[in-house]
Each structure stands twice: as structure tokens, then as C-alpha cells.
């Protein structure tokens, strides 16, 4: 089942996730306040819970709205895990006879027991969420509003090429072709404003179909500035014009577009499900990691409190052993 068509509060999976980490951090800490430190069986145990507690509602949600990026924003709540556990730690520690020296301690040490083996699920939960691709694709119910046009094209020597220098003229970002016999299809984009092309030829023509629409929130909308459509569409007329005077194209029509239903498809079939994972080259793996801080600054942050906790934690540790 997925909801067409319908618009997600923009911090929805965040506030899911959150309320999550305190209803985590609330239960693990009235079942056994010290259990997390006592043992390995206990640590596995927690960090096993917290993954499925992420997992299955940005899994099945992802896939009900159609959002497999913003799913992921889910796991951003998990920092609220630590800090619920310790609040909830020092409510039922005032219950015991301690002093406040000692409460502070065990609400530390725990806070740090907690984080720890909060960071380690929330990196294999983080990977996992992943594979939310390959089960759904963002919301295209709205495709069918986009902007539909299409030009015969007949070039001097018949080469498709024609097409892309078109488009990258105007200064869209062409993606990788898709070239069959006697048919193709060229994916396109600038900024949220998406543009998707079938050809086939046809002797020495080119019948093109282009499809004009916008992605925003992981939803299909039609175009939203009908001028720019416009002005892109007086653009690749002014241009084959251009070619024509100059022999570099021999005749060109605007046309409706003869091939809608098969370019929707291949559109859908593009923002749809992935079917195959690759891996990405060593090169991107490392531009990716370096921009890491810049593209995820919350999750930067959230590893850098928890590194900086356990180090903080081991220093006041080596402290109070050595320094008396």
C-alpha cells in the first residue's frame, strides 16, 4: 500500500525518531538501570532492540509515503536515546540510597555505556536503511501534470547527438543514455527542474517526446514556473532554427509528442525502485566522506558528542584512578 499524492510534514520522520529515543531510553532504563554495564549479553541485547525499533517503521513508512530519503531522517532521533536512558537513570536512582557523588557517577557512566552502544547500532541501522531503495521509489502519482511536448527532428547526417547538445545547451546536467535499437532515452536535470526524453528514428528523423517536471520532497509536480517552460521551449526552437540556417539540421517540426505513455514509463522506471546496487568507485566513496560534515551535519555532530563523550569519559576515568 503507498499514499499518492500526499504531501509529508517536513519533520516527520525526525519527531517519529526522537519520540522513539525517549520511549527507548524510558523502558531500557525502568527495566534495569545498571543491565547495559553488567555484562555482553545485555549489551548485545539493547543494541539488537534499538535496530528493529528504527528500522521496521522507516522501512514500512518509507514505503507507504514513497520517501527513501527522507525515511532516513529517522535515525537522527536515536541521540535522544542517551539522554532519555540518564534522565530516566537518575529518577530511579533517587529511589536508592545514595549519595549525590555516587548517583552521579552511575548516571555518567551510564550515559556513556548508553552512547556508546547507541553509535554502534545507529551505524549498522544507517547502512541498512540503504536498501529501502530497492523496494520503492519516490511519489510519481503526480506525473501525469508534467509538461509534454515533442519535436521532429531531421539532422544533417542523422546523428542522435543532436538531442543532447540540445539539452546541454540550456545548461540541464545530462545523465547516462539509454540507447536500444532505433530507440533511447535521455535523462536530464536542473536544480528541482527534471526533464526526460524517449526518441526513436525514424529513416532519417528523429522523433523525440519531452517531458518537463519538477522533484521536490521526494514528489513529482508538474513544473511550477510556467514561463521557464516556456522560455526552454522558445530556447530549443531558437536553437534548431539556428542549426537550420547553418545546414547543421535539415527540418525540425514541434510536435504533441508521439510517445508519451513510453516516456512516463521510462521516467517512472527511473525515480522507481532500484533494481540493481553498485558500487560506488573508490573516488566517490572518498569525495563522499570528505563532504560528509557539509552534507550531514547532524549526523557529524551527533558522532563527534559521542566520540568526544568517550573520551571525555575514559580522561575523567584515568583521572579519578591516577590522580589522587
Given at each position: 500500500?503507498?499514499?499518492?499524492?500526499?504531501?509529508?510534514?517536513?519533520?516527520?520522520?525526525?519527531?517519529?525518531?526522537?519520540?522513539?529515543?525517549?520511549?527507548?531510553?524510558?523502558?531500557?532504563?525502568?527495566?534495569?538501570?545498571?543491565?547495559?554495564?553488567?555484562?555482553?549479553?545485555p549489551m548485545f541485547?539493547?543494541?539488537?532492540?534499538?535496530?528493529?525499533?528504527y528500522?521496521?517503521?522507516?522501512?514500512?513508512?518509507g514505503m507507504v509515503?514513497?520517501?527513501?530519503?527522507?525515511?532516513?531522517?529517522i535515525?537522527?532521533?536515536?541521540?535522544?536515546?542517551p539522554?532519555?536512558?540518564?534522565?530516566?537513570?537518575a529518577?530511579?536512582?533517587?529511589?536508592?540510597?545514595?549519595?549525590?557523588?555516587?548517583?552521579?557517577?552511575?548516571?555518567?557512566v551510564?550515559?556513556?555505556?548508553?552512547g556508546?552502544?547507541?553509535m554502534i547500532?545507529?551505524?549498522?541501522?544507517?547502512?541498512?536503511?540503504?536498501?529501502?531503495?530497492?523496494l520503492?521509489?519516490?511519489?510519481?502519482?503526480?506525473?501525469?501534470?508534467?509538461?509534454?511536448?515533442?519535436?521532429?527532428?531531421e539532422?544533417?547526417?542523422?546523428?542522435?547527438?543532436?538531442?543532447?547538445?540540445?539539452?546541454s545547451?540550456?545548461?540541464?546536467?545530462i545523465?547516462p543514455a539509454?540507447?536500444?535499437?532505433g530507440?533511447?532515452?535521455?535523462?536530464a536535470?536542473?536544480?528541482?527542474?527534471?526533464?526526460?526524453?524517449?526518441?526513436?528514428?525514424l529513416?532519417?528523423?528523429?522523433?523525440?517526446?519531452?517531458?518537463?517536471?519538477?522533484?521536490?520532497n521526494?514528489?513529482?509536480?508538474?513544473?511550477?514556473?510556467?514561463?521557464?517552460?516556456?522560455?526552454?521551449?522558445?530556447?530549443?526552437s531558437?536553437?534548431?532554427?539556428?542549426?537550420?540556417?547553418?545546414?547543421?539540421?535539415?527540418?525540425?517540426?514541434?510536435?504533441?509528442?508521439s510517445?508519451i505513455?513510453?516516456?512516463?514509463?521510462?521516467?517512472?522506471?527511473?525515480?522507481?525502485?532500484?533494481?540493481?546496487?553498485k558500487?560506488?568507485?573508490?573516488?566517490?566513496?572518498?569525495?563522499w566522506v570528505?563532504?560528509?560534515?557539509?552534507?550531514?551535519?547532524?549526523?557529524?555532530?551527533?558522532?563527534?558528542?559521542?566520540?568526544s563523550?568517550?573520551?571525555?569519559g575514559?580522561?575523567?576515568?584515568?583521572?579519578?584512578?591516577?590522580?589522587?
Amino acid at each position: 500500500m503507498t499514499v499518492c499524492a500526499h504531501k509529508t510534514p517536513k519533520y516527520l520522520f525526525s519527531v517519529l525518531g526522537a519520540l522513539l529515543g525517549i520511549l527507548a531510553g524510558v523502558v531500557l532504563g525502568f527495566y534495569d538501570p545498571t543491565s547495559i554495564s553488567s555484562g555482553p549479553f545485555p549489551m548485545f541485547w539493547y543494541m539488537f532492540t534499538v535496530i528493529p525499533l528504527y528500522l521496521i517503521p522507516q522501512y514500512t513508512l518509507g514505503m507507504v509515503f514513497k520517501k527513501p530519503k527522507g525515511s532516513r531522517s529517522i535515525f537522527k532521533g536515536m541521540v535522544a536515546i542517551p539522554v532519555s536512558y540518564a534522565v530516566t537513570v537518575a529518577l530511579v536512582s533517587n529511589r536508592i540510597s545514595l549519595s549525590v557523588e555516587q548517583m552521579a557517577w552511575r548516571v555518567f557512566v551510564l550515559f556513556l555505556a548508553s552512547g556508546i552502544l547507541t553509535m554502534i547500532p545507529a551505524l549498522i541501522a544507517f547502512c541498512l536503511s540503504l536498501f529501502v531503495y530497492l523496494l520503492t521509489g519516490i511519489d510519481t502519482c503526480a506525473l501525469s501534470d508534467s509538461k509534454k511536448f515533442g519535436y521532429l527532428i531531421e539532422p544533417n547526417g542523422g546523428s542522435i547527438a543532436v538531442l543532447e547538445t540540445l539539452v546541454s545547451r540550456s545548461d540541464f546536467f545530462i545523465g547516462p543514455a539509454q540507447k536500444d535499437d532505433g530507440t533511447g532515452y535521455i535523462s536530464a536535470g536542473k536544480g528541482p527542474l527534471r526533464l526526460g526524453i524517449y526518441y526513436k528514428t525514424l529513416n532519417k528523423a528523429i522523433d523525440s517526446t519531452f517531458i518537463l517536471y519538477e522533484v521536490n520532497n521526494e514528489t513529482v509536480t508538474g513544473p511550477a514556473d510556467e514561463d521557464e517552460v516556456l522560455d526552454f521551449q522558445a530556447e530549443m526552437s531558437g536553437l534548431l532554427e539556428s542549426w537550420k540556417s547553418r545546414g547543421k539540421v535539415e527540418e525540425y517540426s514541434l510536435v504533441r509528442g508521439s510517445e508519451i505513455q513510453q516516456t512516463l514509463q521510462r521516467i517512472e522506471d527511473e525515480l522507481g525502485p532500484a533494481r540493481i546496487v553498485k558500487i560506488p568507485p573508490v573516488h566517490e566513496i572518498k569525495d563522499w566522506v570528505r563532504s560528509f560534515p557539509k552534507n550531514y551535519p547532524s549526523w557529524f555532530n551527533f558522532l563527534v558528542a559521542i566520540v568526544s563523550a568517550i573520551l571525555g569519559g575514559i580522561i575523567v576515568t584515568l583521572l579519578a584512578r591516577f590522580v589522587k
